[in-house]
């Protein structure tokens, strides 16, 4: 049997007959085949010594078989991994950061405890995953919408901890910035609840998020510092219409002035659904993988030999037809000046979707789960197949059009010098306020050259970092490399997550490592041994 | 852990999926409860008279496993052969061991490819105690 690191045989077998006490033996599992459904099935390390393996996992039922079983592991310093339901494919999957950790998988906890329609909010348990909301939500005859991510087979609670976002309205779509409310098993099994769920009988958990004094919704977003076992959500009353617009523009000088007047307009509420930024011209080859930006003499030859634009901005509007129709006629007023700016309604719905409507829209746009994206390759949209795996290259870049040009540059001479294949890449992804976020899918493989792909990412990493662009999520081989990235004041971010970390988990039993923080006994592992 | 009684019932049926489209709906009577077929690959609607529920989808298993597999398998019992692309497997058995589900047969089909998509046959049968009959 795998044994976590520094814990003898005696001791974890202690510990597993613990915790089949408190959950039941059919809950507890160490055996190699039930294991291998933990993996990382997208791994950089697939296969090799280094692979993040789970010792055993277990899956309670109840926030007291939760208790329990991190009671357990305090008890003995067995170092646990939560996971909700493990679906975070490309960014680690069920897979603990710190192999030998006990994964506790919290799937059989898929309550909705309470879908509060005039409230428009949401409180569930993590294994409730954005199918069972949406069966919930049908079922009940809700009249509310929830934001998904694509693929919506993961967990709400899962997703929005590690901050994965959808495709729907502002303040939703970032789903960490639709969270109100958490219930956490702290290091010591302690319970806590953040917010006005502090208050014993209070009816505003799901209402008022900071509660008193500091916020600590935060810490539990990407942490090592407790099993969130409650979390709510505020939604979105499900809008009368959807109308999607685009803004085109023919000039490789227009990309400044198309994105100021965007951002302008999407901070003053101007339109509320998620706006789109890309490059018809340069996506001509692959939809869905923008080329090299050229220099601007051969961009603007190529928009006036392909009659194709430079630039399209795509708002998206939710609301009453009458409103978001007033909204975009405003939109468009406001890019008149640009010369030769085209523009077009690209896509109208009433709601609910009809049978037909289902079938030609973007599923996730609407809050509907799917699992479509899978089968993209099959379309013939890129050679993607989902068995063979990829990993997410996702960092925050200036929200400006020099900030496009920018990233797109150096990613793509990077990933040429390198070597490194993209079968994915959008450098201005909307989903979370106020950001644009560089998305890259980099393919993964079983067969060995995962080690050039690793030095290649890490490299990528370093020289984003040199620019100022840091990720803002990454699979577990890389979360050291890019917490190191964050080094002002000589790493202080990191140190005082640390601290935190010591002072709440002395055991350092949650989550060791992830997203670069290690607790005092296992820091010697981080990438760089612990160096302060 | 698969019972007894199950291992009888998809063990009969493993040996004869191995001659491809038609060998796999010819056993489907010794064993499974239902197949699920990928009609993206060639022959695919050649199966009018197959002995048990025949589901259908053409690449994305979202509304046959939301519609259909997802409620089922929160129950014991049923074994599902299946002939799909591997991308469609990937997708159903990560969703069948949240569901204590295992693939228990797996072989590449020799049908060509569909997009580069392999065409695979499989068997997905109940495994955790929970689910097992």
Redesign the interface.
Same mark, same amino acid.
């Given at each position: 049997m795998t044994t976590p690191p520094g814990i003898d045989a005696a001791t974890f077998a202690d510990g597993l007959a613990a915790m089949r006490s408190a959950v039941g033996d059919?809950w507890v599992f160490d055996q190699p085949?039930d294991l291998n &459904?933990y993996r990382d099935?997208y791994s950089v390390l697939w296969g090799e010594p280094e692979e993040k393996l789970a010792s055993a996992a277990v899956a309670p039922a109840s926030v007291e078989e939760v208790q329990a079983v991190v009671r357990v592991a305090n008890e003995r310093r067995i170092p646990i991994y939560p996971i909700s &339901?493990g !679906?975070n494919l490309g960014y680690g999957g069920s897979a603990p950061v710190l192999s030998g950790s006990v994964v506790v998988d919290l799937?059989r906890m898929d309550r909705v405890i309470e879908v509060n329609e005039d409230n428009c909010s949401a409180l569930v348990e993590p294994g409730v995953s954005f199918?069972d909301m949406y069966?919930h939500l049908r079922e009940s005859g809700s009249k509310l919408m929830m934001s998904v991510p694509d693929p919506g087979?993961g967990s709400l609670v899962g997703n929005a901890l590690d901050s994965g976002g959808g495709y729907t309205v502002a303040g939703y779509r970032g789903h960490f910035e639709a969270v109100c409310g958490i219930e956490a098993v702290m290091a010591d099994g302690e319970l806590l609840r953040t917010g006005m769920g502090a208050l014993p009988g209070s009816e505003t958990w799901q209402q008022y998020r900071m509660g008193l004094g500091p916020c600590l919704d935060g810490m539990f977003r990407q942490s090592t510092l407790g099993v969130v076992t409650k979390m709510g959500f505020w939604m979105f009353p499900t809008p009368e219409a959807w109308l999607s617009g685009s803004v085109s523009v023919m000039r490789y000088e227009d990309l400044d002035e198309l994105v100021r007047v965007a951002n302008e307009l999407e901070y003053g509420n101007l339109f509320n659904g998620m706006p789109g930024f890309s490059s018809p011209v340069l996506t001509q080859e692959n939809p869905i993988a923008m080329a090299m930006i050229p220099e601007p003499e051969v961009m603007n030859r190529m928009v006036a030999e392909s009659g194709v634009p430079a630039w399209s901005f795509s708002p998206n509007f939710y609301g009453p037809e009458r409103v978001i129709r007033e909204q975009w006629a405003y939109v468009k007023s406001r890019f008149e000046h640009i010369p030769g700016v085209q523009f077009a309604e690209t896509g109208f719905v009433d709601l609910p979707l009809s049978p037909d409507d289902m079938e030609r829209i973007h599923k996730p746009r609407f809050g509907i789960? =799917?699992?479509?994206i899978? +089968?993209v *390759? +099959? !379309? *013939?949209y890129g $050679?993607f $197949?989902? =068995?063979d795996g990829h990993i997410w290259f996702s960092a925050v870049i200036p929200r400006s059009g020099q900030g496009i040009i920018d990233a797109n540059r150096v990613m793509r001479a990077e990933c040429e010098r390198l070597g490194l294949d993209l079968f994915m890449f959008a450098p201005a992804v909307t989903c979370w306020t106020r950001s644009f976020v560089l998305f890259a899918a980099v393919p993964v493989y079983k067969d060995g050259r995962n080690e050039h792909l690793r030095d290649a990412v890490r490299e990528i990493i370093r020289t984003c970092a040199s620019h100022g662009w840091g990720e803002y999520r990454c699979p577990p081989a890389f979360m050291d490399d890019v917490m190191e990235a964050y080094s002002f004041g000589d790493h202080k971010l990191r140190r005082v997550n640390e601290q935190i970390k010591d002072a709440l988990d002395p055991n350092g039993i949650i989550s060791a490592g992830r997203y670069g923080v290690w607790p005092e006994r296992y820091r010697h592992l981080r990438r760089d041994g612990g160096a302060a | 852990m698969i019972s007894r009684r199950d291992f009888v019932k998809w063990g009969a049926v493993v040996p004869a999926l191995g001659t491809g489209w038609h060998g796999a709906f010819a056993a489907a009577p010794q064993g499974l409860d239902a197949m699920l077929v990928d009609t993206r690959f060639p022959g695919a609607l050649d199966v009018a008279d197959a002995p048990v529920p025949v589901l259908r989808f053409a690449g994305d298993v979202t509304n046959v496993w939301y519609d259909r597999l997802d409620a089922r398998w929160r129950r014991p019992g049923f074994v599902l052969g299946g002939i799909t692309g591997s991308d469609a497997l990937f997708v159903l058995e990560t969703l069948a061991t949240h569901q204590g589900r295992r693939v228990v047969s797996r072989m590449a089909l020799d049908l060509p490819r569909v997009n580069d998509v392999q065409a695979m046959r499989w068997i997905i049968a109940p495994h955790h105690k929970s689910v097992t009959a």
């Open positions: 059919e085949a &459904t099935f &339901t !679906r799937k199918f069966r087979w789960p =799917s699992l479509e899978f +089968s *390759g +099959s !379309r *013939g $050679n $197949n989902p =068995s | -």
